[in-house]
């Protein structure tokens, strides 16, 4: 290599990884995968939960507020979203999605206003209140589903300039736009002024305070962008994945899997948000394939739904004991070790690219 | 006046049901007195111990063998949970510790549930969910026997723990180490000895909660979702006061109560759900550190 060692934020590195990671996602997987199974039961749930874990990652791991009720973010922003297709029929696709963030976003705020006056298990109760709260709005408030009395609605087929996306690939590829677009936007706020404010409050707020970081600001914008995240992954989620719309897929379990996502892919970084989601996401998958394969069927669904409990909690002890910085910290440190590996000793940088 | 005695029938099933919250919540308080840590897990170790304490019984145990069981396997619990979880954990953050708890409590009611499967269970404690007769007969009430009974042992357990805390040795030790634990290890109080009694007591607790709950609503996993509602309880009461966590309950309990009756129609009902939390918030607005709180929460 003659290039000189990373210095600035975006390194040649950076964009490398970026360009090959876009290749594989754009080109490669819908060249290579024919198969709907990858897209609708892996692909498609994976980079929706992301997104909704990016939201957690913002208000939890930046901002340093522990909330718990990304899923009802979700619902509100699967129910504007659903009303709005419904309602503003001329509303291009695109504009209902940004439309629920903002709705899922004003409803961040409304319950992130606890969040200026308590921190850790006080704020959790206080989000909780908004989990519990917004699916049953939705629930026992007829016009939110239409009036429909069957429980589960369906969802309206995506059209983008009067082309409907509806086979796997198709909607892989407009989650897959969405994800990307959204993606550069939160890692270049973690970059920039906001996500350094988000991280001088969660760090040390009153220093923060005292560097004219307005805390009442600061907060408010990390539980309003991380709710729109949730909202528009909401959407997605209900639109691409669900296929339908019912406020008890966005129950409080969906909540722990989103904060599971984060503190298992690590707090406080972007990547942590996708290592996490896969996990949480394949794990059972795996576990069923074994339970399947290895026990022949012989061990009971539930049991293996109780001994995937028993996993994420143990995992979750485990590495805020060894590795709080989580999953995205364990591949950091893989990669640095074959890295320093596979260059001779001498020529090793001695600067620190971070 | 059938709509006064019928309010007060509203308050008093609130009242008794609000005793429940307070004995989930007593768990809650129990810990964070000792050691600062918020114990997300008591909701599942209320789970975890009353279906311990079920499996056993179906295996042909006696009913006071199993009890004395499960008490047993929530000391081994307490001990587990002391040594492999909180040791590691020493010094750090309380949302650290937080989250270390969520996943203990995922661990608990994965294990419970991979042990003795999934299926609701009765469990009768030979007093039934049915009016008292007598209560009925002369003042027009209809009070449940199960409820009057969960008041009665709430209210003895309380008295048996603050009694235990006032006068007894290992009771002064643990006051001493919620003041200070610095200090008290300084002058030798066993810090070790001080957890595994406290996280004992707050087993022993869940599992008295968790009969409770489980005879009125049967032995099952919607428990831990009910057990979510003690942490409004607490916000109302205050973390580290037992008199704040029997208030803090009683307040829930007639609050629900009263606005799913008369308010909840208009809505639709199902508002008990989440107007707990929502008293919480206004709680957290108004007095940030509950009714009987001592310790004034960090401004932020």
């Keep these: 290599m003659t290039s000189k060692p990373a210095t600035s934020p975006f390194a040649r590195g950076d964009i490398t990884n970026f360009a090959v990671l876009m290749t594989l996602a754009f080109l490669v997987i819908p060249l290579t995968i024919p198969n709907g199974y990858w897209y609708s039961s892996i692909l498609i749930p994976w980079l929706c939960l992301a997104l909704a874990a990016i939201g957690q990652q913002i208000v939890m791991g930046y901002a340093g507020q522990l909330a718990l009720g990304a899923a009802g973010f979700m619902a509100a922003g699967a129910f504007a979203c659903f009303n709005i297709e419904l309602r503003i029929p001329w509303m291009p696709f695109g504009g209902s999605l940004i439309l629920s963030g903002l709705i899922a976003a004003a409803f961040g705020v409304l319950f992130g206003l606890p969040s200026l006056r308590v921190r850790g298990i006080y704020l959790m109760v206080a989000t909780l209140a908004s989990q519990f709260f917004i699916i049953w709005m939705i629930d026992k408030f007829g016009w939110f589903k239409n009036y429909d009395t069957s429980g589960i609605i369906t969802a309206q087929d995506i059209v983008i300039f009067g082309y409907a996306f509806t086979a796997p690939l198709q909607m892989y590829l407009v989650v897959l736009v969405v994800v990307t677009l959204l993606t550069i936007l939160a890692i270049n706020m973690t970059r920039g002024s906001v996500g350094r404010n988000w991280m001088a409050v969660r760090d040390m707020d009153i220093a923060a305070e005292s560097m004219g970081i307005s805390l009442l600001r600061t907060k408010l914008q990390a539980f309003a962008i991380s709710a729109f995240y949730c909202g528009v992954a909401g959407a997605l989620f209900a639109f691409t994945y669900l296929k339908s719309l019912e406020p008890v897929a966005f129950d409080i379990k969906l909540s722990f899997q989103i904060l599971f996502m984060v503190i298992l892919g690590g707090l406080g970084t972007i990547s942590g948000a996708f290592i996490g989601a896969a996990f949480i996401l394949l794990f059972p998958v795996v576990l069923n394939t074994v339970g399947n394969v290895w026990f022949h069927g012989m061990v009971d669904a539930t049991v293996i739904s109780a001994v995937e409990q028993v996993v994420f909690g143990a995992l979750i002890i485990l590495f805020l004991i060894y590795e709080p910085l989580g999953m995205a910290k364990l591949w950091e440190n893989i990669r640095a070790r074959m890295r320093s590996r596979s260059v001779p000793k001498a020529e090793v940088p001695r600067q620190q690219a971070s | ?300």
């Design chain 2, 1 to 300: 006046m059938i709509e006064v005695l019928f309010f007060f029938e509203v308050v008093l099933a609130g009242l008794l049901a609000g005793t429940m919250y307070s004995l989930v919540a007593l768990g809650f308080v129990l810990i964070y007195k000792a050691s600062s840590t918020f114990n997300f897990a008591q909701g599942a170790m209320v789970f975890f111990a009353v279906l311990s304490f079920v499996g056993f019984m179906e295996q042909g145990i006696p009913f006071a063998a199993a009890f004395v069981l499960t008490v047993l396997l929530m000391i081994a619990v307490g001990f587990a949970t002391e040594r492999l979880v909180l040791k590691p954990l020493v010094n750090q953050s309380e949302d650290t510790l937080l989250m270390a708890t969520i996943g203990l409590a995922f661990v608990l009611q994965g294990l419970a549930q991979a042990v003795w499967g999934v299926e609701v269970r009765r469990l009768d404690l030979g007093v039934g969910d049915f009016p008292i007769p007598w209560i009925a007969d002369n003042l027009g009430l209809f009070v449940s026997a199960l409820d009057v009974m969960a008041g009665v042992v709430a209210a003895t357990l309380i008295v048996i723990l603050a009694l235990m805390f006032k006068y007894t040795k290992m009771g002064l030790g643990l006051r001493a180490v919620a003041d200070d634990p610095g200090a008290a290890a300084s002058i030798g109080i066993p810090l070790k000895n001080i957890m595994l009694l406290v996280w004992s007591a707050a087993g022993f607790v869940a599992l008295v909660a968790g009969m409770m709950w489980g005879a009125r609503a049967g032995v099952q996993f919607a428990l831990v979702d009910l057990a979510l509602k003690a942490l409004p309880v607490l916000i109302i009461g205050g973390f580290s006061s037992i008199p704040g966590a029997i208030v803090g309950g009683l307040i829930i309990g007639v609050v629900e109560k009263v606005l799913e009756v008369y308010v909840g129609p208009s809505f639709g009902g199902g508002i008990e759900g989440w107007a707990p939390f929502v008293l919480a918030i206004f709680f957290l607005l108004w007095r940030p550190e509950g009714l009987f709180g001592e310790k004034i929460i960090r401004r932020v």
